[in-house]
């Protein structure tokens, strides 16, 4: 992505997302967020797009092994979880005197 116009996305660490694209695509479990890249615009989901990973014999861990974690994913392919209504829903923005608000275009709760 470019950097001259950071962009703005509505999803946060720690928020519950649903995954509508891709092989681990399920609208009816809402997973929890781990980190989030705005310039690489992707997102790191629990449990979502395992990769395994060798990993050598060191210091830390001398017998080595095969690990399974997880890789990020793109933001478009997410949307953010609806508690009240139980399903994913669109996000605006709202301005207040401390900032800004994301209110759910589903139920109209705002989502902390």
Known sequence: MK????????IK??????????????????????????TEGRVLIEG????TKHLKPNAQNPQGGIVKEEAPIAISNVMLWDAKSKGPAR??????????????????????
């Open 91 to 112: 996000v605006k923005r709202e301005r207040t005197d401390g900032g800004f608000v994301r209110i759910s275009k589903k139920s109209g709760e705002t989502i902390k």
């Open 48 to 51: 979502v797009n395992l990769v």
């Open 3 to 10: 950097t001259r116009f950071k962009p703005k996305f509505n």
């Open 13 to 38: 660490k720690g928020d519950n997302v649903v995954v509508i694209a891709g092989d681990d695509r399920d609208r009816t479990k809402p997973r929890k967020v781990l980190s989030v890249n705005p």
